[in-house]
């Protein structure tokens, strides 16, 4: 298992199970640093495709989101969080076959919201949407 959790990018079990909606997404680590945030790959299937033959928005912001997830629980050291919201912005189509990188760094953290930015590019390294989102910390009242 932990094996299929370093390549899914959970490294080790520190990000717990990978989720179905990661899973499915057939996401891999590319790379992980404090300094530099979080990079995940995903192919770009053909059930994800629109049809003018380019992936569906929803999966990408779906992609962004599967990023910012794990990235949230490795900064904040919790998985007790929430997207509040995320921004998107499409720059160019991506096709079947090709496949989505994602890079994402946080840009800030505070006691309860953590501000995530990412980049998503093609093969040919090529800009194809941008994203950014706030998550909240779930604080649980002391008992």
């Given amino acids: 298992m932990a094996n299929q959790q370093k390549r899914y990018g959970y490294m080790d079990g520190e990000l717990g199970t990978p989720p179905p909606c990661y899973l499915s997404m057939q996401a ?9 945030g979080l990079r995940i790959a995903m192919p770009v299937l053909d059930h ?5 033959g380019s992936m569906q928005g929803g999966f990408i912001m779906a992609a962004f989101d599967n990023v910012f997830g794990p990235l949230c629980i490795l900064a ?10 995320m921004g998107l912005s499409f720059h160019r189509p991506i096709f079947s076959g090709d496949e989505l990188v994602i890079a994402a760094q946080v ?37």
């Fill in 28 to 36: 891999r680590l590319l790379s992980y640093s404090p300094e530099e």
């Fill in 107 to 143: 840009q800030s953290r505070g006691k309860t919201i953590v501000n995530m930015v990412a980049q998503a590019y093609n093969r040919d390294n090529k800009l194809v949407a941008s994203a950014s989102t706030n998550y909240i910390l779930l604080i649980k009242p002391a008992e």
């Fill in 48 to 52: 994800y495709l629109n049809p003018a």
């Fill in 76 to 85: 904040s050291g919790t998985s007790a969080s929430a997207a509040v919201d």
